[in-house]
């Protein structure tokens, strides 16, 4: 008897069907471009509609695939580009459109191809709906004509598109990169034909890729910036102050304790770098393209005070910090200045230590009375930006907000009550665990304590949520004091506070972080950076001395001299080593009591495809049915009819032989193959008991016994080590 001929062949028993792996590979390509352009909208509006278009694009394909010519299709999806083209430029605002030109148009379209993010698009949701259409239809299309190759061109190049604008995630890029390469290989075996052998070549292949491609991907940071990621933390992070166009909040972070700028000015102030104004769900985007700056820059309804200040570089700095709202700058050529959107100052080159510039700023100074009175006539387009949220932040964020503010009668007295929730009920700690979701949603629910992006998200989401506009700024607190007029600003002052729009007033700051531990985590951080002698914690002019307090209360910088601030509930105690060591044990750590650290998703995900190539390198060198054979081959298993275990009993014998001696041949009876191979009685009365349960009267219990363990003894001899190919 030849035992495991089928499985020795190499070929699957049933031939898999190549064109549907073909197509499950397509669907992984379509689904990670289509889940950034759902993301999108999920981001700016539409997602619903999107959603339509996605699978109704792709099912308009499958069924006129094999209807449509191939120029038929062609001309439909150029009517596909040119209805995009159209839906998008007619929704561009009129005073919009009238600046557009081949020049900016050309302009534009490079800067997508080098990194501008597609949600910095005004209108991001109907550029996304307008473009999705073509890949879809077109890659479906070519794959059910079998122009595998084609289709993978096709889905390429959108996924490719959306790598260069920055809204590609890792997983995302090498979920795509398999799902094509999944359509071209599977796709050529389903045209040309293929084996077993050369599907588990196939899953082989892509893992390599994807593990290359992981381990490949980490680039070194280009130079030290005042937020800096934990030495311990699995998640890095460059500095959020730095006025670049997005910002993702991420886990547990460190602060730097290196000077980076002074200020000489009459009064302290929050010294603002940039202003964002779409949330994600997992950071923020700044909308918009910058402007140069032309001499004068506009001001904030309510006036404001007056405030000078004149910044100089310590190091190399990426923004242009400044009081807010600026409105007149100096001591920079006005080519050196840009001016965003949302009202904020960006260097377009960087500033070189030692270079200086001055502002002059309006600081909005209304008392609360005012503020309290403001009303709710908000401008239509602040309306339209500032309280719009993603599709898919959680109801329960707005029932949170909506029983917060419940005593509340005006905005104001909403973002105070919000304020003052977040300050007394979240302790202030840099080391947590970046969440799954929505950031806010998680921070409100899941976590007991996080850093100022995370009060400063979930303020703005929740006033968000209830109809308030708001936004979320960068930049510095004031920074220790060392003279009359004179501040010193560090890293670790870095901060994430909010602004809420107040009619005739303009943006009001609040700052919902917890004072009283921030600051102590400062002090505690320059202590320990002087004693342990590290560069650029002082100047020359900072000496010894500490941080002063900062008010927090509501207005902005000068609203209100009274600190307000609640003293937050819980034992947040303070570390005097690295910051990260603030507070007590974080509930949402990623380490657990015993110490283990739970793996990140990109690093669970990597293991599983490494796992899938394992499996396919074991099936492909059959080390995985040799390994259950030899399991097998040593039990002798449970008892059953004295008849069936003679046979089990010679079909291992059978196994051990075919695998030390040779095959046994088709027509070769059992009889000649035994007699052949051995001369071992014991093979030979194993032999004389299948012959008696196959052919004769059968055997009784004695004689299956005595066969099986004929076996067991062959079996142990025969695979010593050895021994492996004794007779």
Request: with cysteine.
């Amino acid at each position: 008897m030849s035992v495991d001929t089928a499985d020795r062949s190499g070929v699957l028993p049933i031939q898999p069907d190549f064109r549907l792996v073909a197509f499950a590979a397509l669907v992984v390509l379509t689904a990670s471009y289509g889940s950034i352009l759902y993301h999108v909208t999920d981001v700016v509006g539409g997602a619903r509609l999107m959603l339509v278009v996605l699978i109704g694009c792709a099912t308009l394909a499958v069924v006129v695939g094999r209807i449509l010519r191939v120029r038929t299709a062609l001309f439909l999806t150029c009517l596909f580009v040119g209805g995009g083209v159209v839906v998008y430029f007619l929704s561009v605002p009129a005073s919009q459109r009238a600046l557009l030109s081949p020049a900016r148009v050309l302009t534009d379209t490079v800067a997508l191809l080098t990194g501008l993010s597609v949600l910095r698009l005004t209108q991001a949701n109907v550029w996304a709906l307008s473009v999705a259409p073509t890949p879809v239809f077109l890659s479906w299309y070519l794959a059910v004509r079998r122009r595998y190759v084609g289709s993978v061109v096709v889905g390429g190049a959108a996924l490719s598109l959306l790598v260069l604008t920055g809204d590609a995630g890792t997983l995302t890029t090498l979920a795509g990169v398999v799902g094509a390469a999944g359509v071209v290989g599977f796709g050529t075996l389903d045209r040309y034909g293929g084996t077993a052998a050369q599907v588990d070549t196939l899953v082989i292949l892509f893992v390599v890729m994807v593990v290359a491609a992981s381990t490949l991907s980490l680039a070194a940071p280009t130079r030290a910036g005042p937020v800096l990621p934990d030495r311990t933390s699995p998640t890095g992070v460059t500095s959020f102050v730095d006025s670049g166009d997005n910002v993702q909040v991420v886990g547990t972070i460190r602060l730097s304790p290196q000077v980076q700028f002074t200020v000489e000015s009459s009064g302290e102030a929050y010294w603002a770098t940039a202003t964002y104004d779409r949330y994600t769900g997992s950071g923020w985007v700044r909308t918009g393209d910058t402007d140069p700056y032309v001499g004068r820059l506009g001001q904030p309804p309510g006036g404001g005070r007056e405030l000078q200040q004149t910044v100089t570089a310590e190091t190399e700095l990426g923004a242009m910090p400044a009081a807010w709202r600026p409105t007149a700058v100096e001591g920079l050529p006005n080519s050196r200045i840009r001016v965003t959107p949302q009202g904020t100052l960006r260097p377009a080159t960087t500033i070189d230590a030692g270079e200086s510039y001055t502002v002059t700023s309006r600081v909005p100074d209304a008392p609360p009375a005012e503020l309290q009175s403001a009303g709710t006539d908000y401008p239509d387009d602040v309306v339209e930006t500032y309280t719009r949220l993603p599709a898919s932040t959680p109801d329960r964020v707005a029932e949170r907000a909506a029983n917060v503010t419940a005593d509340a009668e005006t905005p104001y007295e909403k973002a105070v009550a919000i304020e003052s929730y977040l300050e007394s009920s979240k302790r202030y700690s840099l080391t947590v665990e970046r969440p799954e979701g929505d950031v806010a949603d998680a921070f409100l629910f899941e976590m007991d304590a996080g850093y100022c992006t995370y009060f400063a998200t979930t303020m703005v989401t929740m006033l968000r949520a209830e109809g308030v506009p708001a936004r979320f700024v960068t930049g510095y607190t004031p920074g220790e004091r060392v003279g009359e007029d004179e501040w010193v600003v560090r890293g670790l002052d870095s901060h994430a506070w909010v602004q809420v729009y107040v009619p005739d007033e303009g943006w009001v700051r609040f700052d919902p972080t917890p004072a009283n531990p921030r600051e102590s985590a400062e002090r505690a951080r320059i202590t320990d950076a002087r004693q342990s002698g590290e560069a650029g914690v002082d100047t020359e002019n900072s000496g010894q001395s500490t941080p002063t307090p900062t008010p927090t209360g509501g207005g902005d910088d000068g609203g209100s001299d009274t600190d307000t601030t609640p003293t937050p509930t819980g034992n947040a105690s303070v570390g005097t080593g690295d910051p990260g060591a603030i507070g007590d044990t974080d509930p949402t750590s990623t380490t657990s009591d015993d110490g283990f650290e739970l793996p990140s998703t990109e690093t669970l995900a990597l293991w599983g495809v490494v796992l899938v190539g394992v499996g396919a390198v074991v099936r492909r060198t059959g080390a995985g049915r040799r390994a259950i054979r030899a399991v097998w081959l040593r039990r002798r298993g449970p008892r059953r009819d004295p008849d069936a275990d003679a046979v089990r009993a010679f079909e291992r014998l059978a196994y051990l032989l075919e695998r030390q001696e040779r095959p046994r041949r088709p027509s070769e009876t059992p009889r000649a193959y035994i007699r052949h191979v051995t001369s071992d009685d014991r093979a030979r009365r194993v032999l004389r008991a299948y012959e008696r349960a196959r052919y004769g009267g059968g055997v009784d219990r004695a004689e299956a016994d005595a066969a099986a363990d004929a076996v067991g003894e062959l079996v142990r001899e025969r695979t010593l080590p050895t021994r492996p190919f004794a007779r």
